[in-house]
């Protein structure tokens, strides 16, 4: 089999992909070839949701997605949440309401809160229940990571921003 070369837009950066295989996932590219290991690999199914990225502005388990298929499109990974500050405001408030317990399904579940707060700034619980229904966790019984999307929208409400 032959190795590929290929560009990939990740993070608002175009990056090279050298020696990738025909059918490689977009996760194994992402983690083993450009080095983003923030999305995890659990099940390879697209049953957990730990490998969520945002793809032209839509979540996809990064598992399922062939990477040559994404060429030319925006891809966000947690790497790319994060402002200048160092935390974007979702991932603070994971942190502030003890929402990141084991982390293993964190950077999945900021990515699907992110997405959701981008095209519903204020979402009641049903919505953020369902939008963060392909994420596994097995730590928190989701309570604490509905409070974060809370305290998240509540702060942006406050000083009218979005981070």
């Known amino acids: 089999m032959s190795a590929d070369t290929y560009s990939l ?18 996760l194994r590219v992402l983690r083993e070839r450009l080095g983003f290991h923030g999305s995890k690999n659990a099940c390879e199914e697209g049953e957990c949701g730990s490998c969520t990225v ?20 925006e891809i966000t990974t947690i790497e790319g949440v994060a402002d200048d500050d160092g935390l974007s405001d979702v991932q603070q408030a994971f942190i502030d309401t003890g929402a990141v317990q084991c982390g293993f399904c964190t950077p999945g ?55």
């Open 54 to 73: 945002v793809v032209n502005g839509q979540t996809v388990c990064s598992c399922l997605v062939l990477a040559e298929s994404v060429t030319g499109y």
């Open 109 to 163: 579940l900021v990515m699907s809160v992110g997405a959701l707060l981008d095209s519903v700034p204020d979402p009641d619980e049903l919505a953020v229940r369902e939008a963060i229904s392909g994420n596994l966790c097995r730590c928190t019984g989701y309570g604490r990571i509905i409070e974060a999307v809370s305290q998240t929208v509540d702060g942006r409400r406050d000083d009218g921003s979005r981070s």
């Open 9 to 26: 837009k990740v993070n608002g950066t175009d990056r090279q992909v050298t020696e990738s295989l025909p059918g490689e996932s977009l």
